[in-house]
């Protein structure tokens, strides 16, 4: 590993993501494609994931289960939109080619909610994208 340098790691780290059909992300390297959606994500350390997945427990949109000996924790379906919001308040921060009838809107937390509630895609490509150390800090932790 080459040098680590301190001042890089911390802040708010953001980076712009395409979500892929496949629940994987490809980050995005230049400026924005105008042909496809984009998110600008958070960068959330373990223990910012962790705080979050408590915070959800205490109110009741998460619980933890015991199934074949292993805990899980699982949404609480009627709880599925609150989730989604919050999920969304912790991480995304803005998006891009989101179109309402035929014009781009602005971001939104509730239709960022509403989206993760129909696309579990999207859903899963920004949870794999926020915990991807090198989108953020690039390779040997530095900045990218």
Known sequence: MGQLVIEELK????????????????PVEADLDPQRVAFKVRHLSTGDRERMLQKM???GI???KTRGGQEQIVTVLEKTYERNKL???????DWH???EGGQSIPFSLDQM?????????IYS????????VDLFFGKNGNAP
Request: charged residues 25%.
């Open 97 to 99: 080619g989101v179109i």
């Open 11 to 26: 802040g708010d780290k953001t980076a712009w993501i395409y979500p892929l059909a496949d629940g994987e992300f490809e």
């Open 125 to 132: 490509a920004l949870w794999s994208a926020v915990g991807a």
């Open 87 to 93: 999920f969304a308040e912790s991480l995304v921060t």
């Open 62 to 64: 998460m619980k933890r």
């Open 57 to 59: 427990i205490q109110r």
């Open 113 to 121: 909610a509403q989206i993760l509630d129909v696309r579990p895609d």
